[in-house]
């Protein structure tokens, strides 16, 4: 259980396996994804797919989130925001070949940022899209914002203020992703199938420029875990998880 890779022709597929919560995830599980993807992006031919068991990724665990937010001061939870969290996107900011996530499923929040900071985004006809940190009174701590405003300029403060639930064709209508008729999965290696008959020079041309268009500095990346590491830390946020934790036991 945990985080699983394997090759599909030209793809390496990274699947997030923790089917019985969705594929909700704390920080350690954030570090093996990150990991897994790292690994994967060094052993693809022309692209790396990442999906979910179950789904795609629920969001944060919040009841690891509220344990930590009790137990630690607001520099551990930087650290753990930057090393864990956001190694993700280091894996993909480096990776020479796209990187393709596959929303079967819900991806909310952090599932969100994960399904936006990748090359590409497929939603199949069970898969939805949804900003969710807002609810629990946090930011984009994985960057998410920034890719949101790249790829649907203008839509964050209706997406921040509606909480609106994104399947494929409404997704696509802003621009956060393309809709795949049978699984977001068969899509994506399809088109990462077809990307493999170009040269891996240009490929890896084609990636290095669409990074460089997209991908947040530093001292934005910074910004998100100040900001989330402060919000996790508050007495909101405990309150704001208890209330969608009781909620999800009702």
């Known amino acids: ?7 599909e022709g030209p793809a390496v597929v990274v699947t997030m396996d923790w089917p019985d919560k969705r594929n909700a995830v704390g920080p350690a599980e954030a570090g093996e994804i990150g990991d897994a993807l790292a690994a994967a ?5 022309a692209g790396v797919v990442l999906t979910g068991n179950g789904g795609f990724c629920a969001g944060g665990d919040l009841e690891q989130f509220l344990e930590l937010s009790a137990t630690k001061t607001a520099q551990d939870l930087r650290d753990s925001v930057y090393t864990n969290v956001h190694a993700a996107l280091r894996a993909i900011e480096r990776s020479p070949v796209p990187v ?19 090359d590409m985004c497929f939603v199949g006809p069970g898969g939805w899209l949804m900003q969710g940190w807002a609810m629990a009174g946090l930011v984009h701590g ?7 405003e790249h790829h649907a300029p203008g839509a964050a403060w209706k997406l ?24 977001a999965l068969d899509a994506a290696l399809a088109r990462i199938a077809k990307l493999a008959t170009l040269p891996r020079a240009v490929l890896e041309g084609y990636t290095t420029l669409q990074r460089r268009m997209r991908f947040p500095s530093e001292e934005y990346r910074a910004a998100c ?9 508050s007495p909101e946020f405990r309150a ?7 909620a999800r036991k009702r």
Do not use: K
């Open 142 to 148: 994985a960057a998410g914002s920034w890719f949101l």
């Open 1 to 7: 259980m945990g985080v699983l890779m394997r090759t």
């Open 160 to 183: 921040i203020a509606e909480q609106t639930r994104l399947d494929g064709p409404a997704a696509a209508a802003i621009g956060l992703a393309e809709t795949a008729d049978g699984s």
């Open 100 to 118: 393709v996530a596959a929303v079967d499923g819900a991806a909310i929040g952090l599932g969100f940022d994960y399904a936006v900071m990748c």
């Open 225 to 233: 875990v100040d900001l989330q590491a402060g919000f996790i830390c």
């Open 240 to 246: 704001n998880a208890e209330q969608i934790l009781a």
């Open 41 to 45: 992006v060094d052993e693809a031919q």
